[in-house]
């Protein structure tokens, strides 16, 4: 009876774990999104100042 209480102890910790895990990386992959974008406007910033330029 304690190994079957401490397997389900178990259980719950995983899948506590994992949930972090997932919103952890979807607060990440947000955060890629938003530092694809401003690269983006930076480089085309920086082209059309060059352009100006020549």
Same mark, same amino acid.
Request: proline share 0%; glycine share 8%.
């Given at each position: &009876?304690? #190994?079957? #209480?401490?397997?389900? /102890? /178990? =259980? #719950?910790?995983? +899948?506590?774990?994992? =949930? +972090?895990?997932?919103? !952890? &990386?979807?607060? &990440? /992959? #947000?955060?890629?999104? @938003?530092? %694809? %974008? $401003? $690269? !983006?406007?930076? $480089?085309?910033? @920086? ?5 100006? /330029?020549?």
């Amino acid at each position: &009876m304690l #190994g079957l #209480g401490l397997l389900l /102890l /178990l =259980f #719950g910790s995983c +899948t506590a774990d994992l =949930f +972090t895990a997932i919103a !952890d &990386m979807q607060r &990440m /992959l #947000g955060a890629e999104k @938003e530092v %694809t %974008t $401003i $690269i !983006d406007k930076y $480089i085309e910033a @920086e082209e059309k100042r060059l352009d100006e /330029l020549k």
